[in-house]
């Protein structure tokens, strides 16, 4: 369910790539790694909604963005994924790239991240001699700590600080995918060096039990139907004290529909998973009638 097919190309010669956002099926934080970074177990699962990046060789590079707000400098992940990219391939052919930004910034849908692994993707296609897999891997994962899950086409899990994924089952895969899912934000960011600076003040109560976050995966593994009951965030918590408006609309959800609600990674980006009893135009309404009429609301599903 990629919205590619039905957009002109912004320039002659483009070529179109999805960037997918994700959700956080399940985020379990067990700890501080001596680097800094915390390690994680998470299922991750992309969706059909996503931003839309355009490119094409050119004579010069030029970078260009529908979203006025988005800096297209150096620090913008595309930027980084690009120079990174070419500093380990030699490959340095000017590049004209338009992004067409439609997840929102800041929301723990993985934006930023899956547009540098479109990037990736992109540029490699168009390497005459382009670079394998577990190296395009290893500058995802130095380019930031989700690029490298957006270089798979499914579920997977994130292990380490998010660098090492693995695939899922096959029969977990087929669970997931082609499942509705409804994601949602307020129009405002939370800070994942913040969420994570909270979690950690609360330690070592935050944070979960490794072997039990090992459990966990193990038995969703293993019996797939569970990974729709086994949703959890251990970052919502610190998150919802402070933004009150994210518990506040996930309360009014289930009052009103009956439907759960959850956050994806480190907020403010919330997700529900709706079934045909639901009435999704009632679901945006509730929303838009919490948070204001300028929230994101989006139906899609996971591929």
Not at 94 to 108: A, E, N
Request: with cysteine; hydrophobic share 40%; charged share 15%.
């Amino acid at each position: 369910m990629s919205q590619v097919a039905d957009q002109p190309p912004p320039f002659t010669g483009a070529t179109a790539i999805h960037a997918p956002a994700k959700v956080n099926l399940f985020l379990a934080v067990t700890g501080v790694r001596p680097d800094g970074f915390h390690n994680l177990v998470s299922l991750v699962a992309p969706l059909g909604f996503g931003d839309t990046l355009w490119i094409a060789l050119a004579d010069a590079d030029q970078f260009s963005c529908n979203h006025p707000a988005l800096d297209t400098g150096p620090s913008n992940l595309v930027s980084k994924a690009l120079r990174l990219y070419r500093d380990r391939s030699g490959h340095r052919q000017c590049l004209r790239i338009h992004l067409d930004k439609r997840i929102p910034m800041g929301s723990g849908f993985g934006g930023g991240s899956s547009d540098a692994a479109a990037m990736l993707k992109a540029v490699n296609k168009l390497n005459p001699h382009p670079l394998d897999a577990n190296t395009l891997s290893e500058i995802a994962a130095e380019t930031g700590s989700d690029c490298p899950l957006f270089l798979q086409s499914g579920p997977v899990w994130m292990e380490g600080r998010g660098e090492r994924i693995l695939e899922v089952r096959e029969s977990l895969r087929t669970s997931i995918s082609g499942q509705p899912v409804l994601i949602f934000h307020p129009g405002f960011e939370v800070s994942t060096v913040w969420a994570y600076q909270m979690l950690r003040a609360s330690a070592p109560g935050s944070y979960s039990n490794p072997e039990q976050a090992t459990q966990c995966k193990s038995s969703i593994e293993s019996t797939p139907s569970l990974w729709r009951k086994s949703v959890t965030n251990d970052l919502y918590q610190p998150v919802a004290r402070k933004f009150l408006a994210i518990p506040a609309l996930l309360q009014a959800l289930q009052n009103s529909h009956g439907l759960t609600g959850f956050m994806s990674g480190s907020g403010s980006g919330c997700f529900a998973l709706p079934d045909s009893t639901h009435d999704t135009d009632a679901i945006r309404q509730t929303v838009l009638d919490a948070w204001g009429p300028g929230a994101f609301f989006a139906s899609t599903i996971f591929l």
